[in-house]
């Protein structure tokens, strides 16, 4: 497995396959293309159905600005590589002079058709929980232990700045109210959920609220075009920190600990992108947001120093209840129901970990075996319920 540096992107939203994915790819055909004095961009599959609401052309503009560009969106064209493809042409005085198709494969990670890949290091021996669990009981370790002996040291330094970024995304989240852009007229509701956190004396509402603001705060700033982080996807950026800065506050824990916990999330999280998908053009929000709820509860596990199958019920268990959600944002903006999305999941993370406190002893599911269904789910999902605003709540909204 990759390193998982390669799912904490701190950048700009509100998409990682649909904004961060193509505007890496112009930035770098224009890179190998100076002498051009036109690009054009054909946008094809999610690309060209979700591109205007997740600011695809936008991106891809700012890219290769100032040379004049034009963005096609072709959502007829099939039999695509990837629903996330996108091809891009150079010229210069009418003539082309160069082209590249490119995959968006989500987290902002691409491929380039018809080049050998800039093939990243692997780092990580192991490509299955159970290899991992193993690995650690026989090395009396825990999974940021494995981590760092996978990665090194440095790999702290990276993710305290990973924990900055997703803490100052709280902090503006929260501080902005009003309407988001997109059409949809959806106002922000971070700040008013946060103003509200005094009102109830039980805990467990107050946990709800003050849990559902960071998230809110998160998921909206990445709806604006704010920086946010990927963990592992834009979309579903909301769901680790909330919980991560909830508990932080609530119980003490250090930024140490935390760090810790982002590690162990980056272990289930890169288990998922190696073994299944993490894009929701690929297999439906089951892959972004079911991805992000079971990293954050394996995130919680490690905070609260869980063995390591309590830590992998509580991932499965995630997982397991998201496995079929579909993927479709209506108007192709990450603001209905993405938004509302991230705050349940942050949740069913927190009740993940409740239940892996008292029940893995009994559990049948392994968390090998639940990513491999939610992968085969994803891919038996019709195209309509992955991310092309084509079904669901997208096609019945009015």
């Known amino acids: 497995m990759k390193s998982i540096r390669e799912l904490y992107t701190i950048g700009r939203g509100p998409s990682s396959s649909h904004t ?8 770098l055909f224009r890179g190998e293309h100076p002498e051009a004095d036109h690009f054009r961009v054909v946008l094809y599959g999610s690309l060209a159905l979700t591109g205007r609401g997740h600011l695809t052309d936008q991106a891809v503009q700012e890219a290769l600005a100032p040379v004049d560009t034009e963005i096609v969106f072709d959502s007829r064209t099939g039999d695509l590589p990837h629903p996330n493809t996108m091809d891009l042409f150079a010229c210069r005085g009418g003539a082309q002079t160069g082209f590249l198709r490119v995959l968006s494969t989500g987290g902002g990670a691409i491929t380039l058709a018809g080049r050998p890949e800039a093939v990243l290091p692997e780092v990580y021996a192991e490509t299955s929980y ?28 990276d993710l305290y700045r990973v924990w900055e970024a997703m803490k100052r995304s709280i902090v503006r989240g929260l501080s902005v109210s009003g309407e988001l852009p997109g059409g949809l007229h959806v106002e922000r509701k971070a700040q008013f959920l946060h103003e509200q956190r005094h009102i109830d004396e039980s805990q467990a509402t107050r946990e709800n609220r003050l849990v559902c603001a960071y998230a809110f705060a998160v998921a ?12 592992p996807t834009c979309g579903a950026c909301g769901v680790l920190p909330s919980a991560l800065r909830y508990m932080q506050e609530q119980k003490g824990f250090s930024d140490e600990q935390v760090l810790r916990a982002l590690a162990a999330a980056g272990v289930v999280g890169n288990l998922i992108k190696t073994n299944a998908s993490i894009s929701g053009a690929q297999c439906g929000c089951q892959a972004e947001i079911g991805s992000a709820c079971s990293m954050t509860a394996a995130a919680l596990g490690e905070l609260f120093e869980m063995g ?43 009740n993940a970990l409740s239940l892996a406190n008292f029940l893995t002893s009994t559990r049948k599911i392994s968390f090998d075996l639940v990513v491999k269904t939610m992968y085969e789910t994803g891919r038996d999902l019709s195209h309509r319920y992955r991310e092309t605003a084509e079904g669901g709540l ?5």
């Open 130 to 157: 159970a290899e991992i669990a193993a690995w650690c009981k026989s090395h009396n370790a825990r999974l940021p232990d494995y981590v760092e002996h996978n990665e090194g040291k440095g790999i702290w330094d």
């Open 220 to 231: 909206e700033e990445n709806a604006a075009g704010g920086v946010i982080v990927t963990a």
């Open 394 to 398: 997208a096609k019945n909204y009015c």
């Open 308 to 350: 390591i199958d309590q830590i992998e019920y509580a991932a499965e268990v995630a997982m397991e209840h998201h496995l079929g959600l579909t993927c479709d944002p209506i108007g192709g903006l990450v603001q209905i129901p993405c938004i509302e999305r991230n705050a349940v999941a942050a949740m069913r993370a927190i």
């Open 20 to 27: 961060m994915g193509p505007a890496r790819a112009a930035t």
